[in-house]
């Protein structure tokens, strides 16, 4: 059974925009951190954005993406939204979403669910 499906990913020049969507099961997204990752091959999996899926959503974001992604939820779809705004070439990844009740939301270890990626190409 699938919990989580990312979406949204694609082709975009520098300076773009893409918006991404995970929908998770109901157990994997109920009182859960959905966090979004990024990788890239020879490089470790990187925490880009969190949203804890409670009605406060309290977020935490990367350093290197503050002010130009935002994460949000929909709670009637239990969905996750990763918007992204002046994208850079650095920003080319493989990008999933993850869910679970972890301590550290940005570190990828504790994550029990993942999806299966949806790709992000940013061309200069």
């Known amino acids: 059974q699938v919990q989580l499906r990312e979406s949204g990913g694609g082709s975009v020049q520098a300076g773009g925009s893409l918006r991404l969507s995970c929908v998770a099961s109901?157990?994997?997204?109920?009182?859960?951190?959905i966090g979004w990752f990024r990788e890239v091959p020879g490089k470790e999996r990187e925490g880009v954005a969190t949203?804890?899926?409670?009605?406060?959503?309290?977020?935490i974001y990367a350093d290197s993406v503050k002010g130009r992604f935002t994460v949000s939820h929909d709670t009637a779809k239990n969905t996750v939204f990763l918007q992204m705004n002046d994208l850079k070439p650095d920003d080319t990844a493989m990008y999933f979403c993850?869910?679970?009740?972890?301590?550290?939301?940005?570190?990828?270890?504790?994550?029990?669910?993942w999806g299966q990626g949806t790709q992000v190409t940013v061309s200069s």
């Open positions: 109901p157990n994997s997204y109920r009182r859960n951190y």
């Open positions: 993850a869910a679970g009740a972890v301590l550290y939301p940005l570190l990828p270890g504790d994550y029990k669910s």
């Open positions: 949203i804890f899926t409670s009605a406060t959503g309290a977020t």
